[in-house]
C-alpha cells in the first residue's frame, strides 16, 4: 500500500511538471545602451493570452494578479523590471535619457516620449527606442488573441471621467459607460466592442477606445489596435488591492464567456 501510494504521488508530479498551482517563472534580460532590463514571466500554462506590467512602480496590480491566479487558471504575466520605476533611464553617447516603456510601441510614440522626458536628444537614439518595442513584441505580444495590460493611477489624476465629455482623454474614447456605485478610478479601456459591451452588462466603468480619432501616443493600446491585436487594460488606483483582484476575475471571467484558447 504504501509502495503504491509513493507511485501514485511520483507520478502526478512527472505528469504535471510541477506541483499544482505553482507557476513556471523565467526571465528575459534586455540591454537599452547602459541600461539592463529584465522581463520576468510568471505562468500558469501555455495561453493565448497575455497580461502585462510595464511600470514597475505600478505594484499593487501585479500584487492583484498573483493573488487572483493562485488557483487553477491559465495565464500569463510579464512584467518589465528596471529599478522599480516608472520610467526607464539609459545612457546613450554619454547622455541620460528618460522614456515611458508603455510609449514606445509606434515610431510616433518613441519620438514623443524622447521629446517629453528629455529636453534634447539625438535622433539615433530612436532607433534603440524601436529595437526595444520590437523586441517585446516579438517576445511577448506576437501571436496572442488578447493582451492584458496592468496599471494603477492616482487618485484623482487619471480616470473613467477623463475619457468623458470634455476630459482630457475623451479624443480617445468612441464610447463610455460610467457606473456612479464604483471608484471612478477603477475602470477598463478595451479597443473591442463585445469586450465594452460585457464589461458594461457587468457594471463596470469601461471605455472603447476610438478606432478612428485615438491619438498615436505609442502605448500597448494604440499598437494593438493598429495590429488587430484585442487588447484590454485594467487600470485601479494604487493601493486598491481588493478592487483590482475582483477586475482581474472579471476578465478571467471575459476570457471564458468568449473561449478565448
Known sequence: MKATFIFLILFCFATTGRPQHQPIISTKDYVLASAMLRFRTTCYDSSPVVFVNVHEN????????????????????????????????????????????NRI??????????????????????????????????????NKKLVVALHNNTEGRYSIKSYLPNGEEAINAAEVHLNGQKDS????????RIYF????????????????????????????????????NIEAQDGHLAE?????????ELIRFFKIR
Open 105 to 142: 510601441f509606434t515610431t510616433a510614440g518613441s519620438s514623443a516620449t524622447l521629446k517629453k522626458y528629455n529636453d534634447t536628444y539625438d535622433t539615433t537614439v530612436i532607433s534603440k527606442v524601436n529595437q526595444l518595442s520590437a523586441f517585446v513584441i516579438s517576445s511577448f505580444i506576437k
Open 197 to 232: 459591451d460585457f464589461l458594461k452588462n457587468k457594471g463596470c466603468n469601461v471605455a472603447l477606445q476610438s478606432i478612428a480619432k485615438a491619438t498615436d501616443d505609442g502605448s500597448l493600446s494604440v499598437y494593438c489596435a493598429q495590429n488587430k491585436i484585442p487588447y484590454i
Open 185 to 192: 478610478d477603477d475602470f477598463f479601456y478595451t479597443t473591442e
Open 58 to 101: 505600478e505594484s499593487t496590480s501585479v500584487r492583484a494578479w498573483l493573488q487572483v491566479m493562485n488557483a487553477p487558471r491559465q495565464h500569463c504575466l510579464v512584467e518589465c523590471q528596471h529599478e522599480k520605476l516608472r520610467l526607464i533611464s539609459f545612457i546613450y553617447k554619454k547622455k541620460k535619457y528618460r522614456i515611458d516603456p
Open 244 to 252: 483590482q483582484s475582483e477586475m482581474i476575475k472579471t476578465v478571467d
